[in-house]
């Protein structure tokens, strides 16, 4: 079996009014030094097929058709053995 590490973030100069929301509401707790934060998805994605070149292909397309938006997210994903 194989597993999909999937990780999406969004581009550079997207918005994120999440992570800003987070990074204010951090800095109004006390932590002064914080100066940037980003939400981010993780995704995991478990396979039963031991073909690691097959799996990526696959990752790549559910990643391209679905669990990232290309227009405004980028991500890149790992393959481990389970």
Known sequence: ML???IF???KAGVLDPQGKAVMNSLITMGYKD???T????YIQVDFDNSDVEEVKR???EMCDNLLANPNTESYRFEIEEI
Do not use: P
């Open 58 to 60: 696959m990752t790549k």
């Open 8 to 10: 999406v973030q969004l």
């Open 38 to 41: 980003t939400i981010s998805k």
């Open 3 to 5: 597993r999909a590490k």
């Open 34 to 36: 914080v100066v940037q």
